[in-house]
């Protein structure tokens, strides 16, 4: 009898310590489904969006360089350098105006974040990159320097400015000149146009006739060129395409796209799909 009690309360002690080393596990299994849980999310919320960097900021250039391998990345908010060897493998400075060459297309930075400074020099000038061959539009030269260096690191290459990629849509003339349109005095149709920002072309139509060359953007400036101008236009389609050719600068609001020139608003499009 005494060894049956003695078995039994055995048997209700080891139940008891499975009991409590389960409750661990089971903790755990539940901690780890939640991490689990949060780094979908967090996979979820960093899908790639155009002409955005890892930090979620819009990229407005983006210049590259070989012998060492070499990037650049220009926001609004930060100049972020990386390179391959070199004692630069990251380089990042805060974003300040740049200072325009007397009569030349050319920017010049200075930088200089705690311990160091940097200097950048955007040429609009023809530039080939050694590597893939491909053609760009701006000479870029990086000089970098630490705290402890004594002279600068000069990095080459080449690069170009990343068109706002929201400008991609297809846009239908809504006002000119700050005042409503009447349709039929454009022709066939309402004045259109369809941007595409990674080729840096558009198309569209001046109501009764096509229309399609090329843009040109850089950081808050938008030109439309080399535009063929048709034949045969209506007074009302000549004064669009004439405000078309004055266009310097943009803006983008409440799904409407506004151009002007320095003095004056242009022309609204509205976005449409």
Request: hydrophobic share 35%; net charge neutral; glycine share 6%.
């Amino acid at each position: 009898m005494k060894f049956k009690t003695i078995f039994l309360f055995t048997i209700v002690l080891f139940a008891v310590g499975l009991l409590i080393a389960c409750n661990p596990v089971k903790n755990s299994s539940n901690k780890a489904t939640s991490i689990l849980k949060a780094g979908t999310a967090i996979i979820a919320d960093s899908r790639s969006i155009p002409n955005k960097n890892k930090y979620d900021e819009p990229i407005y250039f983006k210049a590259s360089g070989t012998e060492p391998f070499w990037g650049l990345e220009i926001t609004a908010e930060n100049f972020r350098f990386t390179s391959v060897g070199q004692g630069f493998e990251t380089f990042n400075a805060p974003h300040t105006e740049p200072i325009w060459a007397m009569d030349t297309n050319v920017k010049k930075y200075r930088s200089m974040p705690d311990l160091g400074e940097m200097k950048i020099q955007i040429t609009q000038m023809p530039c080939t990159d050694d590597m893939s061959g491909k053609e760009n539009k701006y000479q870029v030269t990086v000089e970098l320097k630490r705290g402890i260096d004594k002279d600068f690191k000069t990095f080459k290459g080449c690069g170009n400015y990343v068109t706002d990629y929201r400008l991609h849509d297809i846009w239908m003339l809504e006002e000119i000149n700050g005042q409503s349109i009447n349709v039929p005095q454009y022709g066939k149709e309402r004045p259109r146009i369809e941007i595409n920002a990674e080729q840096n072309t558009f198309l569209g139509s001046t109501g009764s006739h096509d229309i399609n060359e090329k843009i040109f953007f850089e950081r808050g400036l938008l030109r439309f060129i080399d535009i063929a101008v048709p034949q045969n236009l209506s007074i009302a389609e000549k004064d669009f395409i004439k405000n078309i050719q004055s266009v310097t600068s943009y803006k983008l609001e409440d799904n409407r796209m506004v151009l002007f020139n320095p003095s004056d608003e242009l022309l609204k499009f509205r976005k449409t799909d």
